[in-house]
């Protein structure tokens, strides 16, 4: 197979736009790690994702939308929770697990009930996305078992021969996957600490140990109450103190996890 290498001009994105219309796959950048993406309501597109990386099927991959009120595509459950996240870390490196509507194809999910769901904070990612008139389904643009790429060229020596097409973009900034919280649940629970920042409010101080699994368990069996989770953005609301870098400031939220 031919990998036609594309650049972030407007016909390039174009041309990988048709290629997603058209079933194929398409490495892109991302500001965590490259993704490899497919329509991802199209089974036949989302099995070469599979194929191509040497993937097993049982693996849920995540959806990526290029605006938030897109989260419809795929669920139906919109809790005052998940807006309050959506709000405070779209775009950027949270992906949300989420009551999956009938419409996305289980392949896409892993057979799973729920889906992965979030909007990726990359201008080329974002037009790719909105142009293509679809979710796109997207892990990680490599082969499995080898390190995820944060550098078209690290795509190239994994996947050139294997996709349709790789859009050059920049280094991606942050350089490691996403977070992953489930709000599926009753309580959330952290899947897979990433590039958003995790802390934890607890009723009394814990081990690092105990912090550890808190994480993994949603913290509630640790003692803790909630979950803080935190993310430095570039702009000018909320400015830091001088000693931190100008122009950077922090949003952060609380999920209670303790509700009755």
Same mark, same amino acid.
């Given at each position: 197979m031919e990998t036609k290498i594309l650049t972030g001009t407007q016909q390039d994105i174009g041309e990988a736009v048709a290629i997603i219309q058209r079933g194929g796959l398409v490495a892109f950048p991302t *500001? =965590?790690?490259?993704?490899?993406? %497919?329509? %991802?309501?199209n089974e036949e597109a989302v099995q070469k994702v599979f194929q191509a990386k040497g993937r097993p099927g049982d693996n849920p991959l995540i959806v990526h939308i290029?605006? /938030?009120? *897109? #989260?419809?595509q795929v669920t139906s459950r919109l809790s005052p929770d998940l807006v309050a996240l959506i709000d405070q870390f779209w775009p950027g490196p949270l992906t949300l697990i989420v009551k999956k509507k009938k419409e996305v194809p289980l392949i896409t999910t892993g057979g799973l009930d729920t889906v992965a769901v979030r909007m990726p904070d990359n201008p080329i990612a974002l037009e790719l996305i909105a142009r293509s008139g679809t979710a796109i389904a997207a892990p990680s643009a490599n082969l499995s078992?080898? /390190?995820? /790429? =944060? &550098? %078209?060229?690290?795509v190239r020596e994994d996947l050139e021969g294997r996709i349709d097409g790789i859009l050059l973009g920049e280094d991606c900034r942050v350089g490691i996957e996403s977070t992953v919280l489930d709000m599926s649940g009753e309580h959330p629970r952290i899947l897979r600490p990433g590039g958003l920042l995790v802390v934890s409010a607890c009723s009394a101080a814990i081990d690092l140990d105990s912090f550890t699994r808190a994480l993994a368990l949603g913290a509630r069996d640790a003692g803790c109450q909630a979950l803080v989770l935190e993310r430095w953005f570039q702009g000018a609301d909320h400015p830091v103190p001088s000693a931190f870098s100008e122009g950077?400031?922090? &949003?952060?939220? #609380?999920l209670r996890i303790d509700k009755i």
């Open positions: *500001e =965590t790690v490259y993704g490899l993406g %497919a329509d %991802a309501f290029s605006r /938030p009120s *897109e #989260i419809g078992g080898r /390190p995820s /790429p =944060t &550098k %078209a060229q690290h950077l400031y922090l &949003k952060s939220l #609380i």
